[in-house]
C-alpha cells in the first residue's frame, strides 16, 4: 500500500494519495486546487488515479477535484456525498456515493459512512484491505467530520442550521462511529490552526481510542450539555466561508495553465490599474508596507495565513494586481489565492515598489510604535486620546488585554470600521503585527489618518511585562 | 507536536524526529548515519535536538547516532538501552535507559518498556501527550520489536541464541505490551523489504488493536506453536548482519567531511588501483555492465537495493574504486554504501568506462539471453549441457522454478559457487536480472567462462506461460 | 551594453542577445528553437526584444525566430536577407534587410552587409555604439560567413552552386569586408564541431586582423587556388541539410507547449506501437544498447552529438518514440531532436528497458569486442572472415585505419549498407564506439546478424599500439 | 580552448578561466575570493588548474588566489608581478614574474608585460596560441591597466604617488603597448561600475584598435593635458582601498569552511552581542528598515552593491552580526562580505526582526517622505529649517540636484557627519533612496533624531518636474 499525507500549512489541509502498488490504482481524497504534487507523486509511485473523493462541501477552500480530473484529461471519477438532497448537490461529480457503497481500489476497499454534523451531507471512508486477508477495518478518512482533538463546528450554515447539525453531530459521534472499533487510526482533512474545528490538535493523525478517551468532542455528558460545551467560545467563522461553498457546490471554475498568463505590468500601466478598479494586494513585509506603499492598497504579508486572511478581507469581485519582494514569489502567492477562490489574478508591478517610487507616484505609509512608545502615549495624561485597537480573537482577548482597548476581531475590520472614531490617533495592536499591518491598511483605505502600527503586538506587551487585564 | 518519519527505500528503514514546538525541544528515534535531513528538518521547524534514541542495536544498518550528535557539536544526549549486560554494551552512549525510565521532551514524555525478542536489550518507546492533559499511551517507537504485519526476527544472533530469543519474544508481544490498549499507534523501525522481518506489510504505521487482530505475529495459539510458525521460512540472514551489530555495538566511526574527499580518478590511476587490492564496484546498469566493464569489478546496479546487495556481498577489508554511470551519481552510491558500513570508499573512475575503453585496457563481459532463447536451448537435445542457476530465494524459488536449475540465494553466491561446475555454459535466472547480473559478475570474477544473465528473468518466463515446478 | 553569447554544444551554434540597458531594447541574432533561455534572460535583464534576426537561411538546424516571436506574443519583428531573390525568400518573416540598412537598438547600430559564400542571400551585421560617440565599427555577427579560424563551406547546396558560391565567398572575403578595420571582433554562428564549416577554432571570438594573418581562410593567393584549397577535404555534407533549408525557408512549424503532451507509454502501448511504424529511438549507452535493446530500434546515445547523427540517420516521415535510461532524460532529448526538425516525439517506454526484458518481449543484441580481441580475430588464419567497416570520417580514415578494413562513413550507412557483405562477421570501428553503435543498429535493422561494435574504437587500437595503414 | 569569463555584479569584477582541452592544462586569472565557480568549471571541462595569475594587487577586492589555490590542495602555482620592489612584495606567491617571462599552459602560451599605472608593478598578459601555428598575439588579459573606454586610475595611491603613477600610465598607454596591434583582444578585469576606472564601458571585452579610437584614454595630446584630463573628475576613491591593498599584499586570511560556522543566533544571544561590541548589519530592504530595526545597526540593502557600500562604511575591527529578511540569505551576503575583507561574521539573528519585536526589544526607524512632501516641507515659510542632505557622487551632484541642499558624498559620511546640524530635521536624498538609507543608518547612529529618506530620490524628483540647480 501506497500512502500519503500531503499537508498546506496555513489552512492546515491534509488531502491523502492512497494507492495499491500492485494493481497500480490509486484514490485522492480532499484535494486542494494546486494539483500538480498529486500528479507527480502519483507518476513517480507508478499510480493512476483512479477516483477522486470529496468527503463533503468544503468552506474553508476550494476543492481541486475537478481540475484535479482536467489535468488528468479526465481518467478519474469523481466522487461526492449522495447524502446532500437538492440543495447540496454537486452536480459536476460524475457518482454520487452514500452510506454502505464501497469503491476498490486494488487490494483497498473503501466504505462509505454517512456522518453529518458539520455539514449534511458529509460522508467518512473506512478502509480494509483485503491484501491482508481482513475484513477488518483499518483506518478512516474522517474529512471534517472529526479531527484530532476536535470535530468540524457545526455552525458555518449560520444560526438556523446549527442546532439542528450539533445534534446530528452528536449522533455522528456517540452512535454512528459507536461500533467502530478503538484500534480504528483516523486521517482528518484538517489540523491544528484551521478554522473548521475550534481547538485542532497538532498531529495530524490518531486513533478512535485515543480520541473517545482523550479528546474533548467525546466527553460523555448528556446531549444538551455536549452542545452547549460544543457551541461555546466558537472562533468566528470567516465571511468568505459561504462563498466557498457555493463555489464547491456549483463547481469551480478550472485554472489550467492560467497562472502563466498572469502579467509583468511596467510601472505605468501599474498606475493605471489603480484606476481602473483594480484591487491592490501587498504582500511584502508588515514594516516594508509600513514605510512605503501605494495608497488604497491591502497589505497582507506573504506566509501560510495569506489565504485565510485573504478570504477574510478581500473582495470577490475585483481584479487583483500585485506588489511583491520579488518577482519569483508569485507562484507561491498565485497557489495561496486560488486556494481559496481569488482567481482573477492580473498581474503584478514589474519593478516593485522601487519603480513605483522612483516615478515619483504618491506613497502612504503607517506609522510605527514600540510598546514601549505605545504605554508611554497611554500613561501620559495630556494625551488621553489614543485608540487602541486590538483585532485579535475573541480568545486572545479574553486571556489579556490593554486596558481601555477597542475589541474587533480583524476579519471584521471590513464590516465594522465606522466603530472606531475617524479623528483620533489608532494604535493596532494583535498577536505580532501581522495582523495589525492588514488591518491598518484598511482604516488608511477607509480614510483613517492616525494609524499605526504595534510591533512585536501583545506578545512584546507581556514579553515587557505590562499590565493586562482580562 | 512535530511529528516527521524519514523512510530509506531498500534497507527500508523508518526513523522519526518529534518536538514540542512550543519548547522547540525535539528527538531523533534510529537514524541513520547519512544525518544531513534531520539537522536541515530541526532547523526548517525551529526544532533543537535534545535526545537521541536507539531502540536497539542494528543489524541491517550503521546507526546514526553518533554522527548526528557530532553534527550537531555534541548538543544531544545519546540514549540506547541498559537492558543488554556486558555483551551488549554500547560504551559510546551518554545514557542507559531502563525499564520504566522517562525521558521528557517538552510537553512529551516517553516511557521506556523492555521488549526483547529480536535483540536481548531492546526498548521501545510509549508516548504520551501531557498537552492534551492525557495521561494515555498516544503512540509508540517499536524500533524491530513490532513490525506492520511481523515481529522483529528472533534468529539473527545464531542458532543458540534463536530458541531464547524466541521464547522472550512471545512474552513481550503477548505478555510484556499486554496492558498496552488496543488504540496505540505504531511506528517501526522498518517497513517493507526489509531482512529485519519475514513479511513485514507496506504501510509504515498501525495500531496495536488492528496487528493483534490481523497480524500473523499476534496469532494465539500455544507458546511452542507461535515459536515454530514464527521461525518457519525465515528468509536467510544477511552475512553482512553480524559486523553491523559489531560496529554498532562498538560505535561506528565518525564520517564528518569525509564524503568530499572521494578521489575523482584519471583513468591510469584507477588502472593501478586494480593492481594495489582496491575492489571495483560498478553500478551502472545490468545491460551496460554486461556489455562491457572491468575484469574483476563486481556489479551491483544504483538503485534502493544497492546497500543490502552490497552487504551481502562485498568484502569489508578492501578499499573501494567505483565505476559509475555518471559523475553525479557519487552522492547517491556514498549514502547506500555508509549506511551498511562501507566506509573506505576512494575514488571513482573519472572518465567513465569510455576513458578506460579508449585507453585499450582488458574488458570482459556477460552474456545476455532471452527466456525465449534460453527455453530454445533447454528444449535442444544437443545441448544438454547448460546449467540454469537461480538465484532467488528460497520463497521465490519455491513459488515455481524452470525444471532442473540448480538453487542458490544471490545472497549466498560468494561462498557458495563451487557447488557450480566450471565447464558448463551457465545461464543465471533471478526476478528481473538485477540479482543475476550481480550473481555474474562474481562468477565472472571467480573464473567462470560461459556466464549469461537472463533478461527479464523468471518474471519474463512466466509472462511467456513457460511451464515451471514447485 | 548588454552583450550575451549563448553557445549550444554539439550543433556548436552561437547565438546573440544584445541590449542597450538604457532603453531596454534588445535584439537576437540566429536563436535556436528552444527559445526559452532567451526569453529568461531579456526577463532577468529587463530587456525588450524588438529584433530578431537571421544572418541566413541556415542548413543545420532549425531557425528559433518564429518561436521566439510567438513566445513573445509577436511582440518582436523578424528580420532575415532581402537578398535571396525568389528562390530564397522566407515568407515569415517581418521585413527583409537589404545592404546598407540599418537597425536601431537603443544606442547601438546594426548595418547590413551582403556576404554571399555559404549561402547566396547571407547578411552580417556590423555594430557601432553611438552611446561611445563613435561612429567606428566595433563588431560584427557573422553567422556563417566567417568562423575563428575558417569561413562558411559553401558546397552545401549541391555540385552545381557551389563553384559560383566559392567564387562569391572569395569576393567576400577579399573584397566586400576589405574596408572593415582589423581591430573589429568577430562574433560567429559557430564554433568547433560544427559541419558548416570546415576546421572551425574552438574559441567563439575574434578579430579581423587575427583572422587575417593567421586564418587558412585568409592566406592570400590566387582566387583559383583559394578556391580550389578551401574544396579540398571538406568533411561529408549531411543529407538532413538539405532538409533544415527547407524548412527555414518555409518557415517551422511552432511548437508552443507540444513538449508536454509528450506520451508516457506503457509497455503493452509501445509494443503495439512498434507494429504501427513508429520509429524506435534508443538514447541509452551503447554498452547498455549492445546487450539488449528492442528489435529494429536505433541508438543514438544521448549527448551533444545527438541531434547532428539524428539528423544524419532518421527518417523525417515516421513518428518516434523513445527508450531512455530514465524519464528525467526525457527534456534533453526533446531539445536536441526539435533543434534539428524532428518535431513527431510521440512517447518513451514508461518504465524503460527493464519493463519491455520483463514482459517477455524479444530482444536484440550487438556483440561487443575489444581491439585486442578484433586483433587476434583478424590475425587467426583460420577466420579471414571478418570484415572490419569503419565509420569515421575521410580525414581520420586517412590519419590511419586498419589494413582490410571497408570506409563507410557512418552518415551514409543509411544509403550505402548494401556494400557490406551480409554473411560475414562485422566489426564496426569508429574513434570510441559510439558511432559504432549507431551503424550497428543500422546494420542489425537491415538484417545482418553478426554485428559487433569495437569498445574504444580506433582510439584504444592505437593505444594499443597497433598497426595502421593511411 | 576553452575560454570563460566569470563577471561579478556590483564590484563588476571579471576573472578568467583559459583552458588547453588537448592537455587539460588552464590557468585562472585574478580569482575572486568565493573559489568554488573556478573548481566547478574546471572540472566540469575536465581542465586542471596549473596557474592562478594576479596581474597586480587589488585595491577593491580581496584576491582569492590563496583560497583557490588551497581549494586545490596546493596544486597550482600562484604567480604574481616581480616589479613591485621590496614596497609591493607579495611573499605568499609561489613565483615572481617579470617582462617577457612566458607560461605554457598546454598550447597557449602567456607573455608578461610590465604596465605600471594603475599600480608600479602591474603586469598584463598576451595570449598566443601555438596550436593555430601562429607566434601572432590574439588577446590580452589586461587587468586593471586598461578597460573598455578607460584605464585605471592612478590616484588609489595617495596625492604623492598619483603623478609619478599617471606619468608611468602614459608611457604604458603610448610607449610600452604601442607594438601590440590594433587586432588584439582586450579582456580587462573590470566593468561597468568599479571604482578602479573613472568611466568604463559596459562591455566586457573590445579591441585595442577600437580603443586607441574610441577611448578617451587614447586621445592624443601632449603628456601633461593627457594627464590632467585623466585625474579630472575622478570619483571619490572608497576608504576601504587601502586596506585592501594591504591585505592583498600581505596575503588574506584562509577561509576554508568557515562560512559554515556562521552561527544561527537566537533572539536572546543576538541582544547579548549587541552590548559586547559586535556590529549589526542589516541587510533588509530601506523600507523594511525604515519602519523597524534595532538601533545602532547599520542598513545595506542586500543587492549587488553591498560590498562596496559595506566597504566604504563599514568598520573593519568589529565582528558583524546580521539580521535577514530570511535566513537563506545568508550565502549571498556571506559570498559580498568576503569579496571586501569583511571575515568576521559570527552569526544571524535566528528568528529575524520579528523575534526582536516579540521580545519587546527597542527599536528604532527612519521616517519616509515622498519628494512631493519635501517640496512642501521646504516651500512652507514656517519651516525653514529642514536640512536635505545629498548623498551622491559629485558627478550627480553637478548635474542637477535640489536648491539649498548639502552635499556629502555617501561614502564619506562616517567621517563628515559633524558637518551637518543636528538639531535640524534632515531629509536625506540619493538616486533612489537605497544609498540614503544606509547615510540614515549613520546619522541615527549618531545621534542625529529627526532623519527621513526620500523615498524614490532624485530619480523621482525629476520625474516630478520639480525645479534643480546646477
Redesign the interface.
Known sequence: ???HQRFVPGLAIASYLLGD?KTGEAVVVDPTRDVQPYIDIA?EE?LHIKYILETHIHADFVCGSLELQNSLSGHATICVSGHGGADWKQPFADRELSEGDRLEVGSLNLEVIHVPGHTPEHIAFVVKDAS???D?P?FMFTGDFLFV?DVGRPDLLGEDEKQKLANQLYDSVFDKIAKL?????IFPAHGAGSLCGKAI??????????E???SEAFKETTREKWIETLLEDMPLSPSYFQRMKKINRDGPALLG?KRHSVS?MPTKEFHRRVFENSLILDV?????????HIPESINIPLGSNLPTWAGWVLPYDRPIVLVL?KASDLGEVWNHLIRVGFDRIEGFLE?G??G?????Y??N??E?E???ELRNHLNDSRNGRTVVLDVRTEQEWDAGHIEGAVHIHGGEIKERFTEIPKDRPISVVCG??YRASIASSFLLRNGFDHVSNV???M???K??DYETVS
Not at 490538535?201 to 485515543?210: A, P
Open positions: 500500500m501506497f500512502f502498488e507518476r507508478n491482508r486477508n481482513s477488518k483499518w482533538g472499533p478503538d484500534y480504528v487510526e490538535g497538532s498531529r495530524n493523525s490518531s486513533t478512535l481510542g485515543y473517545r478517551r482523550v495553465s509583468r511584502r513585509s508588515k514594516e516594508a508596507f509600513a514605510a512605503a519582494e519593478d515598489i522601487e513605483w517610487e522612483q516615478a515619483g504618491p506613497l505609509k503607517v510605527t514600540t510598546v514601549s505580532s503585527g510591533m512585536g503586538g506578545t512584546a506587551w514579553a515587557s
